[in-house]
């Protein structure tokens, strides 16, 4: 089975760094578009940043600058380092596997709780 699992989220103050990481199972994750979406309370979920099996990166404008995707085909592992966090960056954030810089969705990790307070 396709599985995808996060890890790195967690508490940090405003202007902090996270780094989240997405391991794959069952699949091999260069042969998939590989993204992050996150989803506040009350807010749609939104396509934040993806990356392709050719490099090709897509980053949301809100974290245009500020986030970095980047993959390690021999890990098996996309990661997403957060830089310059803001109280509104705080969302649960989601792994997904897919195609066409994640505006296709096959499989979903369980996400990841990020909080940014002082």
């Known amino acids: 089975q396709l599985q995808l699992v996060e890890s790195g989220g967690g508490l940090v103050q405003p202007g902090g760094s996270l780094r989240l990481s997405c391991a794959a199972s069952?699949?091999?994750?260069?042969?998939?578009?590989i993204g992050w979406f996150r989803q506040a309370p009350g807010k749609d979920r939104e396509r934040i940043s993806c990356i392709s099996s050719s490099s090709s990166a897509y980053y949301a404008d809100s974290v245009k600058g500020r986030f970095t995707i980047s993959r390690n085909n021999a890990r098996n592992t996309v990661y997403l380092q957060m830089n310059s966090l803001k109280p509104e960056d705080s969302a649960v954030y989601y792994c997904?596997?897919?195609?066409?810089?994640?505006?296709?969705?096959?499989?979903w990790g369980q996400g990841t709780q990020v909080t940014v307070s002082s």
């Open positions: 069952g699949f091999t994750l260069d042969h998939y578009a």
């Open positions: 997904a596997a897919g195609r066409v810089l994640c505006t296709v969705v096959n499989s």
